[in-house]
């Protein structure tokens, strides 16, 4: 097998190519990806077939990469960023840049396990959960923000018509937030995959309704993490922390993931 590092941002991707030890610069598109593969079919003649593209799992910049593995049948390892940025200290990879990082990437392929290589499969009732789900907690933060900033004007004896504004805002955030969780939820009962696994979830004393939607669109977007690795991706994986004589041995969980799911 061959494998095609590839460091993602919002506009462009960097690659690396083992083969000539190739270091590209690519635009973020499928235009740009059709032809990156028809050159690496070029170049690896027959050998195409073994072509891997490891990249991140990095939301919404590696969605058009993604689809684009799938349409053309083009085996991935999809790491996460955590994963990437161990393995870069494992093989004492201290400098960064985006060439460097695709160059690492590339040499991740060494810790994939087989069935985390695939052909990426485009589920459109997952594809929408998906979607549904990021617009999900944009109302979220939208309403935390009001609620954070109607708390500091009830401090300071804000202006009340200010105030009833705000509830109203939030009120009406939180009918938006229960539609959508009620429309996901709806999906899932169409899925006899996604509604067994919602159901496993749930059977979990102290998981409802959301915190049941929350954790499955989890798991849909890593498909392959293991226990420990959702936990950190939860951000609920626990910490040491220690500072001088004051502080030592206590821990605490990281809250390095994303807070919406510790917050259901």
């Known amino acids: 097998m061959y494998s095609i590092g590839l460091d993602i941002s919002k506009s462009s991707v960097n690659v690396y190519v083992p083969l000539g030890k190739l270091d590209l610069e690519i635009e973020n598109s499928t235009k740009a990806f059709k032809s990156l593969y028809s050159k690496l079919k070029k170049l690896y003649k027959k050998e195409s077939e073994k072509l891997i593209f490891v990249f991140e799992s990095t939301g919404s910049y590696s969605v058009s990469l993604y689809r684009f593995c799938a349409d ?13 940025r ?66 500091s004007l009830s401090t300071k004896e804000g202006s009340k018509t200010l105030c009833r504004t705000i509830k109203a805002e939030i009120k009406s955030l939180k009918q938006s937030e229960d539609k959508l969780i009620e429309q996901v939820y709806t999906m899932i009962e169409k899925s006899k995959i996604l509604k067994s696994k919602y159901d496993v979830i749930i059977s979990i004393d102290g998981i409802g309704k959301i915190g049941g939607i929350v954790l499955l669109h989890l798991f849909i977007k890593y498909p392959h993490a293991n226990q420990r690795q959702i936990v950190s991706l939860a951000g609920l994986d626990p910490v ?22 510790r917050g259901t």
């Open 86 to 151: 161990n393995f870069a200290k494992a093989i004492a990879q201290r400098n960064k840049s985006d060439k460097i990082d695709a160059r690492v990437l590339s040499e991740a392929i060494m810790i994939a396990k087989e069935k985390e290589i695939n052909i990426p499969t485009i589920d459109p009732l997952v594809e929408e959960m998906k979607e549904l789900m990021v617009y999900y907690k944009l109302k979220v933060k939208q309403r935390t923000q009001l609620s954070n900033h109607l708390e």
């Open 72 to 84: 053309k049948g083009i085996k991935v390892f999809m790491i996460n960023p955590k994963q990437a």
């Open 240 to 261: 040491m922390r220690e500072s001088g004589t004051s502080i030592k041995g206590q821990t605490r969980i990281s809250k390095a993931g994303n807070r919406l799911y």
